[in-house]
């Protein structure tokens, strides 16, 4: 599944995934209303033991990235920004600023698979978005 078609509600979209691409959908309605407004696309990755993806951020500021850990999560570690890396675990999602530096790690035995979701910022969403942010949030 492609970064334009996990959740993105066109015909064919749930081949691959009908109850991952259901819940994107879900989410993305109630992040920006009847018409998903702010969802930006997904993907699954995956990666395989042994590897290394080299620092890097995303091509914007306005937006957030979601990286819920699936599978062979362990020995898998996100670095965002200047904090120690961060362990993944399966069920349990990262939440960030795409812009801040970001790398992943992997020295578990099987392959991590991750879903990644992209929203725009909640500070550029208006007053609708259910997300609220704090002073100090790192996600904004």
């Known amino acids: 599944v492609d ?3 996990v959740g993105g509600g066109g015909d064919g979209d749930d081949d691959g ?37 080299r620092p890097h ?20 570690k996100l670095r965002i920004g200047s904090q120690p890396a961060r362990a993944w675990k399966q069920g349990a999602a990262w939440v960030f600023d795409d812009s801040f530096e970001h790398e992943v790690t992997h020295q ?3 392959a991590r698979a991750v879903l990644i979701l992209h929203f ?8 609708s978005c259910p997300v609220k942010m704090r002073e100090g949030d790192p996600c904004g």
């Open 57 to 76: 951020t995303g091509p914007t500021n306005e937006r957030i990235a979601i990286s819920l850990g699936l599978d062979g999560c362990e020995g898998a």
């Open 17 to 53: 995934a009908p109850a991952t691409c259901a819940a994107v959908r879900a989410a993305a309605r109630w992040y920006g209303g009847p018409n998903a407004d702010g969802y930006e696309g997904g993907l699954f990755s995956l990666l395989a033991p042994g590897s290394h993806i």
């Open 108 to 110: 578990g035995e099987g």
């Open 3 to 5: 970064s334009s078609s």
């Open 120 to 127: 725009r910022a909640p500070m550029l969403m208006g007053s």
